[in-house]
């Protein structure tokens, strides 16, 4: 199982478009283990956006994601980091498919609503970014049978 860091931006938590955001998550079955609102500081979003250093749209991006609450998750699933980011979609909302978190509620190319790390090196240190030990939670969902079909062992 893979976890992977998602970020529900200003502008999705503004909108309230949390809820149904995180039910797309959820009827995809992918498990939610950890979730905070959390106001990002500057420190914080510089080391998280440190690749996009120098970038022209690199001190708008920090001073968007600084102003305003976001909501933080991790969000485990076979295949997840890979899944997720299918889910949101293209970065610029004019762009992103239809049926994409970003293509059916955005139009922005920047305010783009979700951030979800792109490869399981980003997704373990941007989990540590944002989530103290035990704040990750493992636990067995009731459903969890029916979502992945264990018979071999493992879950396909
Ligand atoms: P991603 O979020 O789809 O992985 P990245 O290229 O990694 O996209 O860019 C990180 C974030 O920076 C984007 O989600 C978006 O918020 C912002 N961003 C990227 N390119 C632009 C741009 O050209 N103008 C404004 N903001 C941008
Ligand atoms: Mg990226």
Known sequence: METTLIILKPDAVQRGLMG??????????LQIVGAKLMQISQELAATHYKD????????????????????????????????CRGMMGATFGSKAAAG????????????????????PEAAERELGLFFKAGEVLDFPRAGDRWVYDMSSGKAE
């Not at 149904?20 to 079955?29: L, M, Q, T, V």
């Open 20 to 29: 149904r955001i995180i039910s797309r998550f959820e009827d995809k079955g």
């Open 52 to 83: 996009h250093q120098g970038k022209p749209f690199y001190a708008g991006l920090v001073g968007f994601m600084t102003s305003s609450p976001v909501l933080v998750m991790a969000i485990r699933g076979n295949g997840a980091i890979t899944i």
């Open 100 to 119: 994409t978190i970003r293509g059916d509620f955005g139009v922005s190319n920047s305010f783009n609503l979700i951030h979800g790390s792109d490869s």
